[in-house]
């Protein structure tokens, strides 16, 4: 298996390079693309790590493709976290004007280089870019749903901790879906399907909610104007791949909550519960039953996904005018 980290010398990008050198099967490939000059650096600190996954890296300009190409070559599966990072006071949504050429550009890239690669982006906004990879892609006539994921693990990953310690049980004991999308009112958690739920009081359960649903702001404050999360979204990342990969490789049973556009009656790209298998996620699992509260918010992140969605769709379609 052959994988490529595009952003691979970002804040988030080098600690994913570092969990993917350790937890890529024997055998694999990790490719490293970045504009930083200093990628093939980072591939070649990687590289002594005693792991058998062979490292490479690329740089160049923005706007030289050679080098892109070079990194996403043959690859199964991408993951994108190239862009840039909001600061306090700034939501997700402000940083598409920057991240979405970014995107169109890499997407544009490994469509004509690895039409059958998974992608899975990380860049924000990612209720945003996901539709535009998605439009990219038809245009150039590879466009696979199957193939294409928004990381929304994150999510997922924060509600089990923050629900483990509220109900003082190991945290990979929590099993929990998030749906809607990645940012703000469009997270979703689900906490009445998880175990221990009865026990919430609905004050717990808004301020649970409320805190996984801003805890990327929270990071973002903490960081005081250094950028957003970047090692728990590594990790979220990082885990994310190797569940593509799981599936790929033939592994049955493998599930983790993505963006994808899977068909839900509630908007075009939703993120869900997937399974994956041998061409990237192969069932989006229903989401059953829900409380009127949950349902209040599933109604309430429409509107914010449909613009979201619109506003990625309508970047691709004019960037694709001037972009061959
Ligand atoms: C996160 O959830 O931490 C990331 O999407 C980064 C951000 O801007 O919040």
Known sequence: MKVAVLGAAG???QPLSLLLKNGLPSGSQLSLYDV????PGVAKDLSHIPTDVAVEGFTGAPDD????????KDIDVAVISAGVA??????RADLFNINASIIANL???IAKTSPKACICIITNPVNSTV????????????????RLFGVSALDTL???TFLGEEFKVPKSSININVIGGHSGVTIIPLLSQVKGFESLSQERIEALTNRIQNAGTEVVEAKAGAGSATLSMAAAGARFALKVLDGLLGKSGVTENAYVEGGSPLA???AQRVSFGKNGWDKVLDYGKVTDYEQKLIDAAKATLDGDIKKGVEFAQEWLKTNA
């Open 11 to 13: 804040g988030i990008g």
């Open 36 to 39: 930083a000059p200093f990628t």
């Open 65 to 72: 493709a050679a080098p892109v190409q070079q990194a996403v």
């Open 86 to 91: 909001r600061k306090p006071g700034m939501t």
């Open 107 to 109: 997407v544009n890239n």
């Open 131 to 146: 539709p535009l990879a998605a439009e990219v892609l038809k245009k150039r006539g590879v466009y696979d749903p199957h």
């Open 158 to 160: 924060r509600s089990e």
């Open 268 to 270: 075009p790209f939703f």
